[in-house]
């Protein structure tokens, strides 16, 4: 195959691969939607209490879904476009006040490649909840890799993708 044939056969893949990962969070968010229409709209409690008993996943999931879906900083294209498609980390970024959101955003801390572990370190970093003993370095490869909570991150502060 020529190369040109070959980059077009790679561009086709990476438009086809994103548009249905994109699809992963409008889904995400859909059922956040929904969630809160029929708590706060539609249904009785008790009504709200046999639909969570028939749902796939677990009451603490409910509550971290309608958290999400009841956030509107969430829904700013700006913010939206660079969410994750775990609902477990797009919670944890509802777990922000607004500086520390923009200040996440200013560092280039919430991206479609952020991981939730080390998203959490960050966080707990800015407010200044980590216990020094918690974090320490480990250079064995020569480059400065920190541990916060058992998790090895690359840097301290850091959201850079682990290879």
Same mark, same amino acid.
Request: charge should be positive; aromatic fraction near 8%; hydrophobic fraction near 35%.
């Given at each position: *195959?020529?190369? +040109?044939?070959?980059?077009?056969? =790679? @561009?086709?893949? =990476?438009?086809?691969? +994103?548009?249905?990962?994109?699809? =992963? %969070?409008?889904?995400?968010?859909?059922?956040?939607?929904?969630?809160?229409?029929? &708590?706060?709209? &539609?249904?009785?409690? #008790? !009504?709200?209490?046999?639909? +969570?008993?028939?749902?796939?996943? @677990?009451?603490?999931?409910?509550?971290?879904?309608? =958290?999400?879906?009841?956030?509107?900083?969430?829904? /700013?294209?700006? %913010?939206? /476009?660079?969410?994750?498609? /775990?609902?477990?980390?797009?919670?944890?970024?509802?777990? %922000?006040?607004?500086?520390?959101? /923009?200040?996440?955003?200013?560092? #280039?801390?919430?991206?479609?490649? *952020?991981?939730?572990?080390?998203?959490?370190?960050?966080? !707990?970093?800015?407010?200044?909840?980590?216990?020094?003993?918690?974090?320490?370095? $480990?250079?064995?490869? #020569?480059?400065?890799?920190?541990? $916060?909570?058992? +998790?090895?991150?690359?840097?301290?502060?850091?959201?850079?993708?682990?290879?």
């Amino acid at each position: *195959m020529a190369p +040109k044939a070959r980059s077009n056969l =790679v @561009s086709y893949y =990476v438009v086809e691969i +994103k548009q249905h990962w994109n699809k =992963v %969070l409008e889904s995400i968010f859909a059922v956040c939607d929904l969630l809160v229409e029929a &708590k706060d709209e &539609k249904l009785e409690s #008790g !009504d709200w209490e046999r639909l +969570k008993d028939e749902l796939p996943f @677990s009451d603490s999931i409910v509550k971290k879904l309608l =958290v999400i879906g009841r956030d509107p900083r969430l829904r /700013k294209p700006s %913010l939206y /476009k660079l969410l994750p498609s /775990k609902y477990s980390t797009i919670y944890e970024i509802t777990r %922000l006040n607004d500086e520390q959101l /923009k200040a996440a955003l200013k560092e #280039g801390q919430i991206s479609s490649r *952020m991981n939730r572990a080390q998203f959490i370190a960050w966080r !707990d970093a800015q407010r200044g909840n980590v216990d020094d003993s918690a974090l320490s370095i $480990h250079s064995a490869s #020569g480059s400065p890799v920190w541990r $916060h909570s058992g +998790k090895w991150l690359r840097e301290k502060g850091s959201l850079a993708p682990q290879r």
